[in-house]
Structures are given as structure tokens and as C-alpha cells.
């Protein structure tokens, strides 16, 4: 079930914001995966691909670079694109 809300921005737009299962994201200091209820986090993301699950389907966003907060089941990305 899609319970975590993932939203990405650059800073000209919205890219996506959508209900996700789960969310893996390229951090400076490793690769880390977000399922819900995580722990609240703040991170600074590296160039790579941000993935995420929806409705069964697996997606993807390249990022340069950018950072990301974590609560209550809210991911929220700022990023270079």
C-alpha cells in the first residue's frame, strides 16, 4: 500500500508529487532506502537516481545533487536536476 508522500522539487518546479511505497535515495554517504514509518532525517543527496514504488510499478528521478527531510511519512527533496 502507497503510504509515503514523496515530493521532489528543482528549484524552477515541482518535478513529481506522488503516494509511494518505498523510496531509495542516493545519499552522500551511501545509498538508503525509506519505507514507511521511518525515522526522522535530514540528508544531503549526491548525483544519482532517486527510486520509488508506486502502485507495484518501480520509477525513477537523475538528480545532480540536492537534500532530502524525512517525518511522518513525508519525503521531500530539493534537488539539482
Known amino acids: 500500500m502507497d503510504s509515503i508522500l514523496l515530493i ?3 528549484p524552477e518546479r515541482t518535478i513529481l508529487e506522488k503516494m509511494v ?3 531509495s535515495l542516493p ?6 532506502m525509506v519505507l514507511k ?10 548525483e544519482g537516481r532517486i527510486v520509488f514504488m508506486s ?3 518501480e520509477e525513477n528521478v537523475d538528480i545532480a545533487s540536492g537534500f532530502v527531510e524525512i517525518a511522518f511519512n513525508k ?4 534537488a539539482e536536476l
Not at 514509518?37 to 549526491?46: G, K, M, R, T, Y
Open 8 to 10: 521532489i522539487y528543482s
Open 21 to 23: 511505497c518505498k523510496v
Open 27 to 32: 545519499g552522500t554517504k551511501g545509498r538508503f
Open 37 to 46: 514509518d521511518h525515522a526522522p532525517l535530514i540528508s544531503s543527496l549526491e
Open 55 to 57: 502502485n507495484g510499478v
Open 75 to 78: 519525503v521531500t527533496v530539493c
